[in-house]
Structure formats: structure tokens, C-alpha cells
């Protein structure tokens, strides 16, 4: 089945975007977006030294950016398959305000855009991680592992657990431990949130074809790798405070929210097969997050308060 047997207005509108600018904001995936300068700006904080404050900001700003041209991307190439589930089926490619040949137009002008300017800014090393991230989500997930492998968001996850890398990088022009837990709290957080909600868009993703790990393994073993996930996450959360970069508030905040994502993730592996409600995964899936938000919000929190007291001392 094609986007346009889904959509058949499709295929009058393809010729030309009707989209308003709100549509090309929703190709840039906000909520993403915002986790995206979050976690870029906490790498940035935690390295060594300090970047000039402008600098840092058109930094941010085009790690942003980048994140943003990876979604219309995928927005691009996905309309077909987001055409056919409940929670995408209102985006602009498949609903036919934008055309696939400007959100593809889109997506490859910031690409380069993001790329260059995080070049110019910062150092040619952060931008090659740049494009290389956009690279990764755009062609490697989104065109090669989601429709292939029901590890795809195992994989995939990493596109979404480098900006924290390609931040230290823009402060630092290398890559060091500190970053590299960033980016494994991230990549081990993805598998447990996306999984959660996959348990309850079973029948979306079902329809759609996109072969997720409860379609494909399913229920029982996708609660047990949610699990296990979350029993290896818990500890990495804690990571940077148990290895002397984050203070003691980073730590009980890391502490108190890694055991009550261990909770939910319990609650979800304890659920009943065939559980219509799904009321541990939405959970999971909601609380999941609040803990990642809450991880890195801390670390930001964490750098202002070391650096208060150093400046008081």
C-alpha cells in the first residue's frame, strides 16, 4: 500500500506545498528538538574550559538545527507508513500540507545549513559529528533498520544519544568519558521508552508494517528486554556523580529517579499478556520522559550550583 492509496488527495496536492509555517515547524519534530538542546548544552557544560557565550549559543543553535532537518527527513521518507498509524497520521507530508519535495528540500537545506554554521562556530570535528548524526538517523534508521529489524530502535537510538557528545565536542573539538556516559544514558534509556510505547501502539505499528519488537517477539519478551534495559540504566543514570563530574544533588536526584523508572518497568513486566489497557506502559512511557528531562535538567542545575560555590570559595 502507497501514501497515496492511503491518501489519494495526495497525489493532487503533491505538486504543490500547502503548508502554513506552523508545518514547517512541526517537520522540525519540537519536542525532540527540545530534548536535543538539552542534552547537547548539559555535554557543553560538563566540558573542561569555557566557550565563548555567543559562540555557545550558535552552537546550540545549530545542533538544533541538525535535529530538526534529521525529523523532516524523516517526515519525508516515513509518509507513507505515518499516513497509516492513529499517533503520526496528522503530520504535514501525509495529511498533504507539505509536500514530499519540500520537506525533502527542507530537510537537506538545514542539513547543510546546521552543518556549516556549527562548523564556522565552534570546530570542524563538532560538525562532522553533525552530519554524521543527521546521516545516521535519516539514511541508517529511518531508510535501512526501521522496516528491516526489530532492533531498530536499539540502533537507531544512537542517532538520538549524540548531541550530549556533539556539545562536549563543540566546547572541546574531542570526545572524552564524560560525553560518552551522557550518550549511554540516552541510548540505554531509548529501547525501554520506545518499547513502552510500542506495547500500547501495537496494532498501529502492526498495520503500518514496521516490524517492532512486541510485533515481532512479542509481549512477553518485549517486557523482559524492557526490564533488563532499565536494570543496566538505572546505575548508568548515576553515572556521572559516581564518577566525580556531578555533585551530590545530581546523585540523589539520579538515585531517586532511576528506582522509580525501575518501578514502572516492573509494574510492565509483571502485566498480563493480551492487557488491553496498558496502563504500566503508558506509565512507563509518560514517566520515561520526565526521567531523561530530569537527568539532564539536574546536570545543568548541578553545574550552576558547583560553580556558584567555586566562585564563593
Same mark, same amino acid.
Given at each position: 500500500m502507497t501514501l497515496v492509496d492511503v491518501n489519494p488527495s495526495i497525489a493532487t496536492r503533491e505538486a504543490v506545498s500547502l503548508a502554513e509555517p506552523r508545518d514547517f515547524i512541526e517537520l522540525l519534530k519540537p519536542r525532540v528538538m527540545s530534548l536535543v538542546i538539552l542534552t547537547a548544552v548539559s555535554g557543553l557544560v560538563v566540558a573542561p574550559g569555557q566557550m565563548n557565550p555567543m559562540l555557545a549559543v550558535i552552537s546550540i543553535l545549530a545542533i538544533a538545527i541538525g535535529a530538526g532537518a534529521a525529523g523532516a527527513l524523516n517526515m519525508w521518507y516515513d509518509a507513507d507508513i505515518d499516513a497509516m498509524m492513529s499517533r503520526t497520521a496528522q503530520r504535514p507530508v501525509p495529511t498533504g500540507r507539505v509536500s514530499g519535495e519540500a520537506a525533502l528540500t527542507f530537510g537537506l537545506s538545514l542539513s547543510l545549513l546546521s552543518v556549516c554554521l556549527l562548523?564556522? !562556530?565552534?570546530?570542524? %570535528?563538532? $560538525?562532522?559529528?553533525? #552530519?554524521?548524526?543527521?546521516?545516521?538517523?535519516?539514511?541508517?534508521?529511518?531508510? *535501512?533498520?526501521?522496516?528491516?529489524?526489530?532492533?531498530?530502535?536499539?540502533?537507531?537510538?544512537?542517532?538520538?544519544?549524540?548531541?550530549?557528545?556533539?556539545?562536549?565536542?563543540?566546547?572541546?573539538?574531542?570526545?572524552?568519558?564524560?560525553?560518552?556516559?551522557?550518550?549511554?544514558?540516552?541510548?540505554?534509556?531509548?529501547?525501554?521508552?520506545?518499547?513502552?510505547?510500542?506495547?500500547?501502539?501495537?496494532?498501529?505499528?502492526?498495520?503500518?508494517?514496521?516490524?517492532?519488537?512486541?510485533?515481532?517477539?512479542?509481549?512477553?519478551?518485549?517486557?523482559?528486554?524492557?526490564? !533488563?534495559?532499565?536494570? %543496566?540504566? $538505572?546505575?548508568?543514570? #548515576?553515572?556521572?556523580?559516581?564518577?566525580?563530574?556531578?555533585?551530590?544533588?545530581? *546523585?540523589?536526584?539520579?538515585?531517586?529517579?532511576?528506582?522509580?523508572f525501575l518501578r514502572h518497568a516492573f509494574a510492565v513486566l509483571k502485566m498480563a499478556d493480551g492487557d488491553v489497557a496498558m496502563l504500566p506502559a503508558k506509565k512507563l512511557f509518560g514517566f520515561s520522559i520526565l526521567y531523561l528531562f530530569g537527568l539532564f535538567a539536574m546536570l545543568l542545575v548541578d553545574a550552576a550550583i558547583m560553580s556558584f560555590l567555586q566562585g564563593g570559595a
Open positions: 562548523g564556522l !562556530a565552534s570546530n570542524w %570535528v563538532a $560538525a562532522g559529528f553533525l #552530519a554524521f548524526t543527521i546521516f545516521f538517523y535519516a539514511v541508517i534508521y529511518t531508510m *535501512g533498520l526501521k522496516r528491516s529489524t526489530p532492533q531498530n530502535i536499539v540502533i537507531g537510538g544512537a542517532a538520538g544519544a549524540f548531541p550530549p557528545m556533539i556539545g562536549y565536542a563543540a566546547a572541546t573539538g574531542s570526545v572524552s568519558v564524560e560525553s560518552t556516559i551522557l550518550f549511554l544514558i540516552i541510548f540505554l534509556w531509548t529501547p525501554p521508552h520506545f518499547w513502552a510505547l510500542a506495547l500500547f501502539k501495537l496494532r498501529d505499528y502492526g498495520s503500518a508494517g514496521v516490524p517492532m519488537l512486541p510485533n515481532v517477539s512479542g509481549e512477553r519478551t518485549t517486557r523482559i528486554q524492557i526490564f !533488563a534495559y532499565s536494570l %543496566v540504566l $538505572a546505575p548508568v543514570g #548515576a553515572a556521572p556523580f559516581l564518577l566525580g563530574y556531578a555533585g551530590p544533588a545530581y *546523585g540523589a536526584v539520579s538515585i531517586l529517579l532511576g528506582l522509580n
